[in-house]
């Protein structure tokens, strides 16, 4: 079971595995937004603070963000479409290119994706923090005006009041960084530089997530790959131990 952490497993098993890993990620995911349905007064109580924390650090950049798109019209529509499309299609793809041609870079990923989540699950539990766009402060929502709210918001599944840390930015960096560790090609590394900081702007822009949401998302996405790296090492250092250990004497059978 431990190799499962250093590569994934061949075959149509090793595919149910993930797709058991999956789900057991999105039961997680709706456990939490059940045990959060009724703490929107809190959230919204804690987006005020995390907003006069902002301004007192003067990092409240949102309304200078939302000025950007309210300056060019179809720059919300290309944002509510990068927030969408450029999130977990991107990190989908990702996981099925690196579990077909790299096993040991795709168990990375999968591993460091679960420690992050568990991690950025735990803190929507204890602090639920309501995004910008559904507080009374004046920020617009380009994502409620388009047609791709039903894929960015799946009724019964997204959890309205998760903004501190973003998964948006915090799984596109674990992606960046696997993927910089297996990929050659110039135009892919680029990619995988430009893609998280493009996400960093478009969050902010379109009123999903504060300014300070996106540092904890890349601090949680960091974290989750010290973990599956720590993981990964002690699981080799224990398999090295093991057949470097002579097996055991048989004892002989008495007279």
């Not at 309501?130 to 709210?149: F, N, Q």
């Amino acid at each position: 079971m431990t190799s499962l952490l250093l590569a994934r497993r061949p075959g149509p098993a090793g595919v149910l595995v993930e797709l058991g890993v999956v789900a057991i990620a999105l039961a997680a995911n709706l456990t939490v937004r059940w045990l959060t349905l009724d703490d929107l007064d809190v959230a919204l109580s804690h987006a005020q603070d995390v907003l006069a924390l902002e301004q007192a650090w003067h990092l409240d950049w949102e309304h200078a963000a939302q000025d950007a798109v309210r300056a060019v019209p179809w720059l919300g529509t290309v944002g509510a479409w990068f927030y969408v499309w450029g999130y977990l299609p991107v990190v989908a793809l990702a996981m099925v290119v690196l579990f077909v041609r790299h096993p040991h870079a795709y168990a990375r990923l999968r591993n460091a994706l679960v420690a992050s989540g568990l991690v950025g699950l735990a803190l929507y539990l204890l602090y639920p923090l309501a995004p910008p766009r559904l507080t009374d402060l004046g920020y617009a929502d380009p994502v409620a005006s388009s047609v791709v709210e039903p894929s960015a918001r799946p009724v019964g599944i997204a959890n309205e009041i998760a903004a501190m840390p973003s998964f948006h930015v915090g799984y596109l960096v674990v992606v960046s960084v696997v993927v910089l560790g297996v990929t050659g090609s110039a135009l892919v590394r680029a990619w995988c530089v430009l893609h998280p900081l493009v996400m960093c702007w478009v969050v902010v822009a379109t009123g999903n997530h504060w300014v300070v949401d996106l540092p904890a998302g890349v601090a949680v996405g960091v974290l989750g790959l010290v973990v599956a790296d720590r993981v990964a090492e002690a699981v080799r250092v224990r398999e090295r131990g093991s057949l470097a250990r002579p097996p055991a004497r048989r004892a002989r059978p008495g007279p």
